[in-house]
């Protein structure tokens, strides 16, 4: 009888272990972050249909918020990193969705939108002074001034209504203070465009460091790019 309590003991401790674990805590951050995936292509592809995506735009704020929550609690590279880029997605996503949207659409993107800047600000915030997080940082970084140029060419181009064209100029002032805060300049300032193949808005192993930019960039395209 000992014996079994003793291997049941065990086991449970070994089971505490690996739920507490780095690896451990990164399953758990994927998992939400696939889910995420999921209702954000949903959430756009009813938008552009002019249906209603108030559902698919919840799921995408809440499982990126509990993604975030673990990775901010774990504060490893990369459940921080995965988180991230998902918020940056989901930024460029937000933003090319505006385009022709109206009503409760508008309101629920540019709640989402919102959310993911205002999480991606907390990672900032989170990894300040921490040098094993420099990458995230530089990560966001590469992402925010991405989000800045999708920010102005919707303004620039797309068919907004008022509350969309307030949201995306919120929007491009944060984005622009994110950027700041992560070592880079101003996005406000006009710069010239790099050349093919010099853009850095993706991380490693996503073509970044080949100079190959990446199928699907622009202003929704790394918002479908999981």
Known sequence: MSHRITRAALGAVLAVGLLASPAAATTRVDAKLKTV???????????????????QLTSVRRNVASA?????????VASLSAVARAQGRV????????????????????T?????????????????GKTELARVV???NRDAA???EDIADALADDELTDEARAALTAAATQVAAT?????????????TPAADGDREDCPEG???????????YGRGGRGQRF
């Open 37 to 55: 995936e999921r209702a954000l292509d949903r959430a756009t592809d009813r938008v552009a249909d002019g249906e209603a995506a108030a559902t």
């Open 68 to 76: 975030q929550k673990t990775a901010l609690r774990k504060a490893d």
């Open 91 to 110: 930024v460029s996503a937000t933003v090319g969705a505006f385009d022709g949207a109206t009503g409760d659409n508008v309101t629920g993107l540019a």
């Open 112 to 128: 989402t939108l919102k959310a993911a800047l205002d999480g991606r600000d907390a990672i900032v915030a989170a990894a300040a």
């Open 138 to 140: 530089a990560q966001i």
């Open 146 to 148: 991405g989000d800045a």
């Open 179 to 191: 950027v700041t805060a992560t070592g880079g300049t101003d996005t406000t300032t006009p710069t």
């Open 206 to 216: 996503e073509g970044r460091e080949a100079g190959a930019e990446p199928a699907g």
